[in-house]
């Protein structure tokens, strides 16, 4: 019987748990990290992307009727009638958190430029229809208030844009969202899209559907009457741009902050690893020497040292992988970003490149003192007073 | 004497340390079932020649055979050690947080799957270890480390047995316990000793003296 494998290979129990938990706390960090910017990165473009003219942002995938909603209980939509920036209907009948508005007339010059979220100040604010430069003559607004994003019929993927989402059943083509809209913090959980359609619409929602038919029992959340397009389509475009730039400016800085702590972290703990390792295989030169000279190859002896330490460094990143993506997924649901797909959170070219990177560091880190210590001189170390 | 009974053949053995030369050609043959000291004064070159033997140090001039087998000064020779040459140092070298047992297996770890290998158990029992095989290293006696270091030399079978001192560290009595296990040892293997010790000496087949790099008597 082979009885090599019975014979322990070298190992030191606290070097190992050390290499352990540096290997996980700088992965587990710095995947959290880039999988955090990527959400941001996520919600900021959420608020700022700008759609081509005459975008259709949600349209049918089949025919569905109006009764079909009716029938399921589904809360009717007011429609409302924005003509050249002023609503039409009645103020009473504004008060919805869901709302259907079709712009009519708006030129190109006339149409608002960007709104600043007046509700990142994290203050509760009326809701205002932030048309904004996202609509275009034509367009109909589909607002999904807060009441039909946690309606279970919504218990769907709000997917990305240019997913699809299954409402009742039936399956759109999301196109894009407009903006957020709701009266409420920004860190809050409810996201209130407003979904910008043509084509199709009016076979759910028939025009001739007036306000006085419809009855809903909505809490008012929203008020689309404070929206002042007077003084909307005062802001010059470039405001918006340059509010704009300075958001994206602010978005790479701290995701420039992350990646520079990411390989900070990187660098130290690699710094860490090499003195791990230097100190685990310092005095043992002899021990190494006595293997050198009864048959232990340079690669021996870097596997019987070094063994076990990239075994528990690689499951050190196997555990990062992993509670990084669940702290991602936490940290999503927090910010209330597609809170229905949780692989949206996870940033796979981000989080490859730092495995990959880090893997590479590792190894090389914890490789290259035992490396250096299986090129001692064997003469030298098992040389004996005399 | 026919040249399948040299165990190791060593043919104008040099070896210089910067400009000061510690070896001058130094030619050895030793043989299977044979027992031989190298004496000299500190500083002759003694352990100079046994790292060169014992394949330690590829860095020197002239040739070794083992076996027949010409030593390449090219390669790590890390498997020609292994199945060639076991080492009994003065100071033990035992590797402390392991087991006699694991001690004395240890060059099985790095030796070819089917290297031929003594029965540990038989082994550790003529060295009077057979009760220690499962106590850690760092419990033993030097005598004790001596035998296991012994037993970890014979393990694998080799050709030539290199012992540095190996009655340095060990009392008396439990030297001539250890030069009577070499006695026994060398009965199908070389068996080189550099020693200090007249005693150790005087039971050798063969005494080769180093002076100033070369050998003066042998």
Not at chain 1, 25 to 36: D, E, G, K, T, W
Request: net charge negative; aromatic share 10%.
């Amino acid at each position: 019987m082979d009885k090599r494998k019975k014979v322990a290979s070298a190992s030191d129990p606290k070097a190992i748990i050390f290499l352990y938990f540096t290997v996980f706390l700088v992965s587990f960090f710095s995947l959290l990290s880039a999988n955090m910017t990527n959400i941001d990165v996520r919600r900021e473009f959420l608020d700022y992307d700008e759609f081509p003219e005459g975008y259709s942002l949600f349209s049918s995938g089949n025919e569905k009727t109006y009764e079909t909603f009716v029938d399921t209980n589904f809360a009717p939509f007011p429609h409302y009638e924005i003509e050249y920036g002023t609503l039409s209907s009645e103020e009473t009948s504004v008060e919805s958190p869901e709302c259907l508005v079709k712009v009519y007339g708006l030129k190109e010059s006339e149409i608002p430029p960007y709104v600043p979220s007046p509700y990142r100040d994290d203050s509760l604010i009326p809701f205002t229809l932030k048309a904004g430069n996202l609509l275009s003559h034509g367009d109909f607004v589909l607002g999904l208030g807060d009441f039909l994003t946690m309606d279970s019929s919504f218990a769907v993927s709000l997917a990305e844009t240019g997913g699809s989402l299954k409402i009742k059943g039936s399956t759109f083509a999301l196109k894009g969202v407009m903006d957020q809209c709701h009266a409420a913090k920004r860190s809050q959980k409810p996201i209130v899209p407003i979904w910008v359609s043509k084509a199709t619409f009016e076979t759910f929602f028939p025009p001739s559907l007036s306000s006085s038919d419809l009855s809903y029992s909505l809490e008012c959340v929203a008020k689309t009457d404070s929206y002042d397009f007077e003084s909307q389509s005062a802001a010059p475009l470039q405001s918006y741009r340059l509010i704009k730039r300075e958001e994206e400016q602010k978005l790479k800085t701290s995701a420039d902050e992350r990646f520079s702590l990411t390989i900070g972290l990187m660098a130290i703990s690699s710094i860490a690893i090499v003195i791990i390792q230097t100190l685990y295989v310092k005095g043992r030169d002899e021990e190494i020497g006595i293997r050198r000279a009864i048959g232990a190859s340079r690669f021996d002896i870097v596997a019987d040292f070094g063994g076990k330490s990239l075994a528990y460094g690689l499951f050190g990143l196997s555990s990062a992988i992993f509670l990084s993506a669940l702290g991602s997924l936490l940290y999503g649901v927090y910010c209330s970003v597609e809170c229905y797909a949780p692989l949206l959170f996870f940033d796979w070219s981000a989080s490859l490149t730092i495995i990959g990177l880090y893997g590479l560091v590792f190894v090389m880190a914890s490789l290259i003192p035992l490396i250096l210590a299986a090129h001692i001189n064997i003469s030298e170390v098992l040389v004996e007073e005399r | 004497m026919s040249n399948s009974l040299n165990a190791l053949v060593a043919e104008g053995l040099t070896k210089s340390f910067g400009n000061k030369e510690v070896l001058r050609g130094v030619s050895a043959t030793f043989r299977y079932g044979e027992m031989t000291a190298i004496l000299g004064q500190s500083g002759s070159g003694k352990t100079t020649l046994l790292n060169i033997l014992g394949l330690l140090d590829n860095h020197y001039g002239g040739s070794i055979s083992i076996h027949g087998e010409l030593i390449s000064k090219k390669r790590d020779n890390a498997d020609a050690r292994n199945r060639h040459v076991g080492f009994v140092f003065q100071s033990f070298f035992l590797v402390d947080y392991l087991s006699v047992r694991d001690n004395i297996l240890l060059p099985r770890r790095y030796a070819e799957k089917n290297a031929p290998v003594l029965d540990i158990d038989k082994l550790a029992d003529s060295l009077g270890i057979g009760s220690l095989l499962d106590q850690k290293a760092a419990t033993l006696s030097g005598g004790e480390k001596q035998r296991v270091a012994l037993a970890r030399s014979l393990s694998l079978h080799p050709d030539i047995l290199i012992c540095d001192e190996p009655t340095g560290n060990l009392d008396h009595d439990n030297a001539m316990v250890v030069l009577k296990e070499l006695q026994m040892a060398k009965k199908d293997k070389a068996v080189i000793i550099v020693t200090h010790s007249e005693d150790v000496a005087a039971g050798c087949d063969r005494l080769l003296r180093l002076q100033e790099g070369r050998i003066v008597h042998g």
